[in-house]
């Protein structure tokens, strides 16, 4: 008995894949980068992340690609990270 499939090199061999775009390194805010930062400047950042989300959101509802819709839970994730960090500030004032 002869073997069913036999590897062989294919005449059209497959492309290789185009790399995956780097949407994270762009947004993602880190914790200890915010600390760093006054209170208004955090404000600051967290206005323009919910602005950049509101677009993020039309985008979504108009047919957007695939990389804004995978952006949308960076950006909310980042607002959430200023806010705590905000947070921990005016409590330490406190």
Known sequence: ?????QAHSHPFP???CPPRPQ???MVRVK?????????KELLKEL???KGELSQL???????GAASKLAKIK??????ARILTVYNQKQKAEA
């Open 57 to 63: 959101r039309v985008a979504k509802v108009s047919g």
């Open 14 to 16: 497959r492309p290789p």
């Open 23 to 25: 949407i994270a390194a």
């Open 74 to 79: 960076i950006v909310r994730k980042s607002i």
């Open 47 to 49: 206005d323009e992340m």
């Open 31 to 39: 914790a200890y980068e915010l600390r760093s930062k006054t209170s």
């Open 1 to 5: 008995l002869k073997p069913r499939f």
